[in-house]
């Protein structure tokens, strides 16, 4: 995207810091403080019995109060207030974020360098003022776009205040050879402290192409922003001069690219949301968040705010809506991204067709198309070609609607509206009216996808890991909601500190749960040593909500997603004669890096063990992975044995 671009994008929502510093008193003394003082002194002047009956209906509506804290904890952080008041509207930028492929397709692989300085501002993406993390002043981060066989050069410099560190993970890559520049805190690296400089070198893989997104891996920061597109593009190959594969332009038949990071947005910093779920008050209940953005911008409604909670809040008025534009006469590929940290999400065009093409990083899946395509879960992608061939009207105008996933709303937040909507801008003479497009489902569930050819995997695995998740509140852990994977529960390593890549398997604490799966490949002096082993990854869900697992270093094959109807659907291959819902599928099995699990059911993965190194596994629901529900694989390398 040009600067001049980007620098648009955030100059609409900047604020004083004069400003942001009287909001944040604010929010802790709340509206009435200053009204509070002068009725004191008036009570001081009225008969007793007036006063005795003002303070208790003053006591009486207290309680009511803090009753409304109890049986609703989300007032406590859902970032919700009145209006502060503000009635100048800043220019509201656009929602398109086009990309190149011409750039990348058609020439040889090469380096790619970028430089990014990291930072933090208070902006308002949706009309919210809020901390927000930005990367060469942009919010979000730069597009990444490369092809199959580049190398990535990225150096990093922290201009982040208050000590604070961050590293960046590149999610769906497999980091063959650069497992050290994973960017996963407590597994391959340390934070970049602050002041501090790093650079990420690594290739991608001549395999891989598709989209992808890079984000913060350490505490909450994903939360407030730090994140961004990673695009690959599949390159159409020649030889002497000779093309011997078409563009995913051509295969396709789109004519423009479109990426969509979608998703939920809390008002407060990510930091206290997590200190509110992390505590046995919130009795495991998920925070519910306040808003949603499309690309960095969204549309809050004032109105819907909570005195509870105060926020600086402008309102964005219906003509200044961030908005989208498209050409009738065209078809666009849209790579939409849950950039989320609790929801997934439905995307809907009324008036248009999708048609879903990818899931993940470029795995093909059996063509269906609908209006409305979900549920996309944080960190899941899918791809997907826009057509308006159906549209009727004449009108320029169209819309977007955005609906995020309840399920794991266990409380309701007044503040949201679970429900969004976003114009569209049409160009463009209006096409012949489709007969088929009035025959076109409503809705295609993105949990039924399949791979668009026929698998050709082993009929067994070699290995079985069989994996239980859940979110465990324990009196000898103070009741506090903590992840775990069988009976552990993460927590970076401490004795001895450092990234579990830098110490030996024999110094980790009880915190690192990380199965060894052992590799050794052929080599020049001994061909005959043993092919990569199949390993089976059976993860049992035995909450009430489902988890989105993702797993670094690897895509995977699904060959169950079980949920069950009633009771609890896990499966033990060591003890039961067949898996529930069936047998697994060995045929049409889609390939995925990030899989959701739903609530107490099972799925089964398997995939080919050839990426040595230690990868994280973890939910990619941002309070769960920071509540512990992290663990990790370590393909090849030193054994508890000491062998390798």
């Known amino acids: 995207m040009p600067t001049d671009q980007l620098r648009n994008r955030r100059s609409f929502s900047q ?7 009287s909001n944040e008193k604010q929010s802790f003394e709340g509206d009435g403080f200053q009204e509070q003082q002068v009725k004191r002194s008036t009570v001081r002047r009225l008969p007793l019995w007036i006063s005795v009956i003002g303070l208790i209906t003053f006591c009486a509506v207290l309680g009511l109060y803090f009753s409304q804290l109890v049986f609703f904890p989300e007032l406590l952080f859902s970032g919700n207030s009145e209006s502060s008041g503000k009635t100048e509207q800043a220019s509201r930028g656009q929602l398109n974020i086009s990309l190149h492929p011409e750039l990348h397709t058609d020439r040889p692989a090469k380096a790619i360098h970028h430089q990014w300085r990291v930072s933090s501002e208070i902006l308002s993406p949706d009309g919210v003022s809020k901390r927000i993390y930005l990367v060469n002043d942009a919010f979000p981060g730069p597009t990444i776009e490369a092809r199959c066989g580049d190398t990535l050069i ?36 340390d934070p970049i402290p602050a ?20 984000h913060a891996h350490h505490q909450e920061q994903r939360g407030d922003g730090m994140y961004g597109a990673l695009i690959v593009h599949r390159p159409a190959e020649t030889v002497q001069g000779h093309a011997v594969a078409v563009s995913d332009a051509v295969k396709y038949g789109y004519d423009e690219e479109r990426v969509l990071m979608i998703g939920d947005w809390y008002h407060r910093p990510a930091e206290e949301v997590l200190g509110w779920y992390l505590q ?43 908005n989208l534009n498209f050409d009738r006469t065209k078809k666009y590929r849209l790579r939409l991204v849950d950039v989320g940290s609790l929801a997934g999400f439905t995307i809907d065009f009324p008036d248009a067709e999708l048609t879903v093409i990818e899931v993940d990083g470029g795995n093909p899946v059996q063509q269906e198309t609908a209006r409305s395509v979900g549920i996309l879960h944080p960190g899941q992608r899918v791809d997907a070609i826009l057509s308006w061939k159906g549209l009727s009207s004449p009108s320029p105008r169209s819309h977007i609607t955005i609906t995020l996933d309840d399920e794991n709303f266990n409380f309701p937040n007044p503040a949201l509206t ?14 012949p009216v489709s007969s088929s497009h009035t025959k076109i489902p409503a809705h295609f569930d993105l949990s039924n996808v399949t791979s668009a050819t026929p698998i050709t995997i082993p009929f067994q695995a070699s290995q079985t890991i069989l994996l239980y998740s859940t979110v465990k ?14 009976h552990t529960t993460y927590l970076p390593q401490s004795t001895p500190p450092g990234p579990l890549i830098s110490l030996p398997r024999s110094s980790w604490d009880s915190h690192q749960f990380v199965p060894y799966i052992p590799y050794s490949p052929s080599t020049n002096t001994s061909p005959t040593s043993s092919e990569p082993l199949w390993i089976d990854l059976i993860i049992n869900n035995l909450d009430d909500g489902p988890h989105p697992f993702h797993l670094h270093g ?19 291959p060591f003890e039961d004669a067949e898996p529930p819902g069936g047998p697994l599928d060995l045929t049409r099995a889609v ?24 990868w994280m596994l973890h939910c990619h629901m941002l309070w769960h992975q920071a509540g512990g529900m992290v663990m990790g694989l370590q393909v090849g390398g030193q054994g508890d044995d000491g062998g390798v």
């Open 15 to 21: 604020l004083q810091d004069d400003d942001v510093e």
């Open 154 to 189: 990225i150096d990093v410099e922290n201009a982040l205040d208050n000590d604070e560190g961050f590293a960046l993970h590149w999610h769906g890559l497999s980091m063959r050879n650069a497992n050290d520049m994973d960017g996963a805190v407590g597994f391959t690296q």
């Open 195 to 214: 002041g501090g400089k790093f650079t990420y070198q690594f290739r991608i893989g001549e395999e891989q192409y598709g989209t992808f997104w890079w």
């Open 280 to 322: 046995a008050a919130s009795f495991g209940n998920e925070p519910v968040p306040d808003s949603l953005l499309i690309n960095g911008l969204g549309a809050y409604n004032c109105s819907m705010a909570v005195r509870a909670r105060p926020v600086d809040c402008m309102q964005i008025e219906e003509d200044m809506l961030p």
């Open 418 to 431: 679970e429900v969004h909507s976003f114009p569209i801008n049409l160009s463009g003479p209006v096409p």
């Open 473 to 486: 509140k324990l009196a000898h852990l103070s009741n506090i909601p903590y992840g775990f994977f069988n």
């Open 554 to 572: 690897y895509s995977f094959y699904v060959l169950q997603n079980y949920a069950s109807g009633w009771g609890w659907g896990s499966y033990n």
């Open 591 to 614: 390939r995925r890096d990030t899989v959701v699990v739903p609530m107490r059911g099972y799925a089964v993965l398997r995939f080919r063990a050839d990426n040595p190194g230690i």
